[in-house]
């Protein structure tokens, strides 16, 4: 079969996926929330819990499916760090820009789950470095790598677990208001498992679309899982953060983000660790994806508190700023730019 039509018919199924993993989440969503509501969890909690870990199901499906059956962790790694950078740019531009009002920011997402969320980031980039000083293995070209054992998995795994605690203690402290007096629990669970099957479908089809275009390509599956399945991935978090904006609800929709990108930093990740035993990562290639995630959530945070709303001008901004990345993959993917320079350039030119 020609590259041409090998091109075509994956990109088709990487739409397709996309479609999936949307409907899905769609589904995930609706019932997560419904049962939110009748348990009377405050908006913080819905949003950086229950919906974050909703609607980032399919990253960390994307973590596991990667690893456990095709061997790819660094495909996952990509997709998540990808996934997380999406997130904290592009899903508070879009619900800026489709929201009737500004994005108005609290002072609680500013200075808990924003400055969580950079623990996190240091957190991750701590595990990777302590995988190349005390497991190291031969990398190829000279990159640095290192085995990221179970034990290494725990610490972020611990610090989701403060992360839960810190958001019940809100949920104890919190007053509700009156929800639903009555909700079939059993129709709404058996709704919640089944969108989570159909996720994984959807999952499945973005990460052999990613595999394929770095066969075609002859480059690291690394850069597809960061741009296509990372962007395939995040669709669910940002329909549900700009329908959660469009109602007024700007503490859900931030709120989201941020637990989604915490939630994929500190459980998705070290999952593919506890699941394969030990899992070998390039930190040539994971220690600038980290910054440049760092990056990204400083400056997010210095607009959000800057005048606590996000204008329609700093959306434009952060539009930008994706875009720029995505170029950058795009010339790393192809050897016109070598700020990765552990990173193989293709080796078959496009058709």
Sequence with gaps: MSPTILILAYSALAVVSTAVVWRGSQLLESSSAKLSAYYQLPPLVQGSV???????????????ISTSLHGEFELGVAAVVGSALFNILMIPALSELCAENRLVSTRDLIYKETQFYLISIVVLLLVFSFAVIYNPVDGIAGAK????????????????????????????????????????????????????????????????????????????????????????????????????????????????????????????????????????????????????????????LLLLRSKMVLTAGEAWGLIALYVAFVLWMGGETFGTIDLLPNLPPATVAAP
């Design 50 to 64: 229950v919906l974050a870990v909703g609607s980032s199901f399919p990253e960390l499906s994307t973590a596991i």
């Design 145 to 300: 790598e290192g085995m990221v054992t179970r034990p290494m998995a725990l610490l972020p795994l611990a610090l989701y677990a403060v992360y839960v605690y810190i958001q019940y203690q809100d949920t104890v402290d919190y007053e509700p208001q009156e929800g639903p007096k009555s909700l079939n629990r059993g129709k709404q669970g058996g709704i919640l498992l089944g969108s989570l099957l159909i996720i994984l479908v959807g999952v499945e089809g973005l990460v052999q679309s990613a595999i394929a275009f770095g066969e075609i390509f002859g480059t690291p599956s690394f850069l597809w899982g960061i741009t296509v399945v990372a962007a395939g991935t995040s669709v669910p978090d940002a329909f549900v953060s700009i329908r959660a904006s469009r109602s007024g609800n700007a503490t859900t929709s931030v709120a989201n983000v941020l637990g989604s990108n915490i939630f994929d930093l500190l459980v998705c990740i070290p999952a593919s660790a506890l699941i394969a035993g030990s899992v070998a990562i390039n930190y040539s290639v994971g220690a600038p994806m980290m910054g440049v995630l760092a990056i990204a959530t400083l400056v997010v």
